[in-house]
């Protein structure tokens, strides 16, 4: 069973909006924390935004903060990444992630239990 299945990916052009969507497997979803990382052509990946499955702490990378949101929706092992004003440079593919920490969770992509396939963002102007 694919612990992590991401969608609602595609091409917008600047200042528009998508909203992606990781539908969790059960033993993904009893992990603490869940969310997004992104990687754009020829780059590293790198953190977009997290949640904690108990929904009270999150995460946002500068780059993002003010323009996505992050949720959860618990009955349907959900998180959602609301993306508004998009930019070109967020273009990349889009990674759902769940992984357990004991203290904050950690910026770059090592220690993540789960991964997604991904889903491609592209944004033009």
């Known amino acids: 069973q694919v612990p992590l299945v991401e969608s609602g990916g595609g091409s917008v052009q600047g200042g528009g909006s998508l909203r992606l969507s990781c539908v969790a497997s059960?033993?993904?979803?009893?992990?603490?924390?869940m969310g997004w990382f992104r990687q754009p052509p020829g780059r590293e990946r790198e953190r977009v935004a997290l949640?904690?499955?108990?929904?009270?702490?999150?995460y946002y990378s500068d780059s993002v903060k003010g323009r996505f949101t992050i949720s959860q929706d618990n009955a349907k092992s959900t998180v959602y990444l609301q993306m508004n004003s998009l930019k070109p440079e967020d273009t990349a593919m889009y990674y759902c992630?769940?992984?357990?920490?004991?203290?904050?969770?950690?910026?770059?992509?090592?220690?993540?239990?789960?991964w997604g396939r991904g889903t491609q963002v592209t944004v033009s102007s």
């Open positions: 992630v769940a992984g357990n920490f004991f203290g904050p969770p950690p910026l770059g992509p090592d220690g993540y239990k789960s």
């Open positions: 059960r033993s993904s979803y009893r992990t603490n924390w």
């Open positions: 949640i904690s499955t108990a929904g009270d702490s999150t």
